[in-house]
C-alpha cells in the first residue's frame, strides 16, 4: 500500500520568529512530506513586523530546509488549510495554558472544517518564550540571544531604531 502524500501547515503570527518555532519547524518537517509556515494576520495583535517582512526573515531562516515554504495569509486559518489542501495544521506546545486554548481551537477546527490538529512539544528550553516577551525584551535593549536567531535581532533592533527615529528618540 503506498503511503498518502501529507502536507501540513504551521500557522503563527511569528513576529517575531523564535527559536522554538524553529524548533517545531525542524521536527514539523521529519513529520510531513510538506510544510507550509502560514503567517497570519490577527485583526486583535497588533504587530511590529508587516506580514511581508515576517516572510522574509522567515524566508531567510528556512533557507536549505526541504519541504519547507513560507507564505502569508488573511482569512481563518481553516479556510487557508482548504486553500493549500492541507491534510493537518502543525501546533507548537509550551504550556498547559497552550494546550487548554489549543484543544478548543483542534476540537473547533474539526467539527467546522474537519481537519486535523497535530501538537509538538516545544523542546524545554524554549517552553517559556513567546513572540510578545522576546519584543518586549527586545525593546528594552535585553539580551534576546538565546531566544532568537541572530538574523532576527538584526531585525528587532533596525525596527525598533526606525521607531524611536520615527518618534524623534534619541538612540
Known amino acids: 500500500m503506498q503511503r498518502k502524500f501529507t502536507r501540513a501547515i504551521f500557522p503563527g503570527s511569528f513576529d517575531p520568529i523564535t527559536n522554538g518555532h524553529l524548533d517545531v519547524i525542524e521536527r514539523g518537517r521529519k513529520l510531513f512530506d510538506e510544510l507550509i509556515v502560514a503567517v497570519g494576520q490577527s485583526p486583535i495583535k497588533n504587530p511590529l513586523f508587516a506580514p511581508a517582512e515576517r516572510v522574509e526573515i522567515i524566508s531567510e531562516l528556512i533557507k536549505g530546509m526541504s519541504r519547507v515554504s513560507v507564505e502569508s495569509f488573511d482569512c481563518l486559518t481553516v479556510e487557508y488549510a482548504k486553500q493549500k489542501d492541507a491534510d493537518v495544521i502543525l501546533r507548537g506546545l509550551r504550556s ?76
Open 96 to 171: 498547559l495554558t497552550d494546550f487548554q486554548y489549543e484543544f478548543k481551537l483542534a476540537m473547533t477546527n474539526r467539527a467546522v472544517a474537519g481537519i486535523e490538529t497535530i501538537f509538538v512539544m516545544t523542546s524545554a528550553e524554549y517552553g517559556f518564550t513567546s513572540s510578545d516577551l522576546i519584543r518586549e525584551i527586545a525593546s528594552l535593549g535585553g539580551n534576546i540571544a538565546n531566544l532568537v536567531p541572530p538574523i532576527v535581532i538584526r531585525h528587532l533592533e533596525e525596527k525598533y531604531k526606525q521607531l524611536k527615529d520615527d518618534r524623534g528618540e534619541k538612540a
